[in-house]
Nanobody, 123 residues
Framework: QSQVAEFGGGSVQPGGSLRLSCTDT????????IAWFRQAPGKEREFLGG????????NYADSVQGRFTISRDNAKNTLHLQMNSLKPEDTAVYYC????????????????WGQGTQVTVSS
């Protein structure tokens, strides 16, 4: 069973950068597809991007394509979300999620979730 946790949230000014990390202590981490989602108040949970178990395949939402980058280090059971050129509309709780199989874009397809970390973009 996966135990997923996010780290690195905080406050940043518009145009700034922030890197989130996700750890998955599951023995199957190396075979898990990992994705990032976010949820702003009053909005549905939104898929941001995902990475295959090998790291060879990534998939990003249009809203973050070119600004956000996902990478993983299987040796450390860690995954990162590098966020650049942040905007106020990026303010949300960010979640890391894991599943077996290919990258999926809907939240119900993920079996394991972290508790989320708050990201606030404001001047």
């Amino acid at each position: 069973q996966s135990q997923v946790a996010e780290f690195g949230g905080g406050s940043v000014q518009p145009g700034g950068s922030l890197r989130l990390s996700c750890t998955d202590t599951s023995v199957t981490f190396h075979y898990n597809t990992i994705a990032w989602f976010r949820q702003a108040p009053g909005k549905e949970r939104e898929f941001l991007g995902g990475i295959s178990w090998s790291g060879s395949s990534t998939n990003y939402a249009d809203s973050v394509q070119g600004r956000f980058t996902i990478s993983r280090d299987n040796a450390k059971n860690t995954l990162h979300l590098q966020m650049n050129s942040l905007k106020p509309e990026d303010t949300a709780v960010y979640y890391c999620a894991a599943r077996r199989g290919v990258v999926a874009t809907t939240s119900y397809e993920y079996d394991y979730w972290g508790q989320g970390t708050q990201v606030t973009v404001s001047s």
